[in-house]
């Protein structure tokens, strides 16, 4: 749920470039000065003094500030990953093992339970991941250096009052680097304002509790707007010599206007008998799927403002559903690898002698280092992308 921004590399010279003494130092200045600030702001001193002190400073919190994956992937590669096999067969389990408890939910708030199970998968793996950063390191990194300090010192100040309220233990409390943390991300200021007690043990624990978490993500996503019974949108074809320029989230249009210009569903679906407002999206281009969606894609989209993001969780949504996935192929001829493929090409890298750490699926900088130098070796573009071609050529022994 972090507003995405572009970030200057201020930490490194603000800190002293090269050195991490200067740099600490800096930030223990900062957090004394913060103390009244938080205290005004309804932090306890003792949850403070008794969890800021020796906080360390975190210099790649800024680096990752500048690389969220959102941005930086072609939407397949992203979504390879994201709408795999292994998610789908996993989010379907979850559907069964949770079903008393989705279903309370779903009456409660009015979200169906395939799209709150998305968001599970997509944001933590269904609790698998959830992030190895300390949290109160990372956030007390991001409120002292770089941009958008005001905006992490609230955060900060979040999560110290949801720590002294008792709803979170400090111990061992990590999460992403930028602060989101549970099983569904939430950022400490929309936990404190959004989350919910789903088990009814007088705690929102959206950390150790699956109820707390679904439940919480059910309401987080009523409130910002979902409607019941109403579908995120569809996959559409459309007519030849299509003005493409109509596309955008925020151009809303009736729906009769858009199927009126023949837009079809991809599925052969009849359409809504209602004017409900609609938006057509192209995120590959007139080349690639189109969707029209409606108000509830805007709500998954306030919960992290990407729309690669947005579209893996409603993508996702509907293979849970059991939906056949997308008709229109999407405009490459080298599509992204899904989690098992990654392991795959790990294990390849490994084989060929290079040191990656851990067989997991996940392409940290060691991995990504071993594919630059395999593609130089193929004369391939170093850029560091696990592409099929390179998992192909690996596999043929090239």
Known sequence: MLPLATVLFAFATAAGAGDPDAGQGRLDR???????????????????????????????VQRALDRQPEFELPIWDYLAALVDEERIADGQARLLEHAGLLARMEAEHGVDAATVVAVWGVESDYGRVTGRKPLLDSLATLSC?????????????????????????????????AGAFGQTQFMPSTYARVAVDGDGDGRRDLVGSVADALAS????????????????????????????????????????????????????????????????????????????????????????????????????????RGGAGLRMPWPTDDPGLSRAQRRELQALLITRGHDIGEVDGLLGERSR????????????EPDGKAARSLLEALRRGD
């Open 369 to 380: 280092r071993a594919i630059r130098a395999e593609q130089a070796r193929l004369g391939l």
């Open 145 to 177: 250096a770089g941009r958008r300090q005001a905006f992490f010192r609230g955060e900060l100040f979040a999560l110290l009052a949801l720590i002294g309220r008792g709803d979170l233990d400090a111990e061992d409390l990590t999460g992403s680097w």
């Open 30 to 60: 900062c957090l004394a000065e913060l103390r009244p600030l938080a205290l005004a702001r309804g932090v306890s001193a003792a949850t403070w003094d008794a969890h800021m002190p020796g906080r360390r400073q975190d210099p790649e």
């Open 217 to 320: 993500t059910a309401h987080y996503l009523r409130r910002a707007g979902w409607q019941p019974g109403q579908a995120w949108g569809h996959e559409v074809l459309l007519p030849e010599g299509f003005d493409t320029s109509l596309q955008g989230r925020r151009q809303r249009r009736p729906l009769s206007y858009w199927t009126d210009r023949g837009l079809r569903r991809a599925d052969g679906g009849d359409w809504p008998k209602d004017e409900r407002k609609a938006a057509l999206l192209l995120p590959a281009g007139p080349q690639g799927p189109a969707f029209l969606v409606f108000r509830n894609y805007d709500a998954i989209f306030s919960y992290n403002a990407a729309e690669s993001y947005a579209l893996a969780i409603a993508l996702l949504s509907d293979h849970l």
